[in-house]
Structures are given as structure tokens and as C-alpha cells.
């Protein structure tokens, strides 16, 4: 077990040096704050999200957050929890979190890399799409719990409802 462990490490890539090729041809703001993490701003339909990616080298695994920006006052916070436990039931990847220390509600997903050459491009074009179209997704149904009073049934109900035909 350790002799594979060693000779994975030693193979895998930082997915962090693809991610920032990726982040430049889109023209999007960003930081390498260190060889370890990244920190991206991308414009919505909703609202500005701030993306962050942390790769873990030991674990072969890369962390990837991203924050909507939306502040949950005090009083709306045990609402928008109830929010979150909903919308994580209706996610096949990643989740939605409001840890006991944040302000904002963020998505969040790890991507486990060890056993191969490490992250294609694909896959962290994909990891980037998916979180956007989800924050975007439910970002009015955090708004209609934050600032619209609704309860977090009520919030997702009026977020999914797809539309037929044209206008």
C-alpha cells in the first residue's frame, strides 16, 4: 500500500497550473495567492461569485468552492439552512453550505485525483461550469429566503419551475 502511495504522488499534477490556463482564456480575474491555491472571480446572470480551488498534493485531492454573494442577515439564517438541506437533496454533485462561521451561502465540491495523471481540462471546465450553473440556478431562491420572507419550500418551488413554450 505504500509503495503506491508513493509512486502516486509522485505523478500527479497540480490541477491548480491547468486551472489558471483555463481561468486566463476566459479573461476572468484571478489570484495565485500560492502554488496550493487560486482564487477566481467570475461575473453571473444573478451576481459576481468568487471561486476558490485549494489543491491537497498529500491527498491528491482539489477542494473547490464557490461563494455567492449574498449575506444572510442573523435572522434569516436558520431559514436559509433549511434552504440549503433542500437544495443538497435536488444536487447529484457537490453541495450547498452555511458553516457556523459564514455569512455566505457557497458550493462545494472535491475532486479526488489520486490513482491517475491528475485533472484534465475538461473535467475542471466541467467542476467550473457546473458550480456557475448551480449558484445561478438557486441563487433567487436564496434571495426569496434572505430578502423575501419565503420559507425554504416555498423558495424552491418558485426557483425550479421550468417554463414551456415562447413568450
Not at 476572468?28 to 477566481?40: G, Q, V
Not at 449574498?70 to 433542500?86: A, D, N
Not at 433567487?140 to 434572505?146: C, N, T
Amino acid at each position: 500500500m505504500k509503495l503506491m502511495t508513493a509512486e502516486t504522488k509522485s505523478a500527479l499534477r497540480n490541477p491548480l497550473d491547468l486551472m489558471e490556463e483555463i481561468v486566463s482564456a476566459n479573461e476572468w480575474l484571478f489570484d495565485r495567492a500560492s502554488n496550493e491555491e487560486l482564487a477566481i472571480e467570475v461575473q453571473g446572470r444573478w451576481s459576481d461569485y468568487r471561486i476558490f480551488a485549494v489543491w491537497q498534493h498529500e491527498l491528491g485531492a482539489l477542494q473547490f468552492s464557490c461563494q455567492l454573494e449574498l449575506k444572510v442577515p442573523p435572522q434569516r439564517r436558520t431559514p436559509v439552512c433549511e434552504l440549503v438541506s433542500e437544495l443538497n437533496g435536488r444536487l447529484w454533485l457537490g453541495h450547498f453550505d452555511l458553516g457556523p462561521e459564514m455569512v455566505m451561502p457557497t458550493f462545494r465540491h472535491t475532486l479526488l485525483l489520486r490513482g491517475g495523471s491528475g485533472a484534465s481540462a475538461e473535467q475542471l471546465e466541467d467542476l467550473v461550469e457546473f458550480a456557475i450553473a448551480e449558484c445561478e440556478r438557486f441563487y433567487p431562491a436564496f434571495q426569496f429566503v434572505i430578502w423575501g420572507g419565503k420559507s425554504a419550500s416555498e423558495a424552491v418551488a418558485s426557483s425550479i419551475l421550468d417554463t414551456v413554450g415562447v413568450a
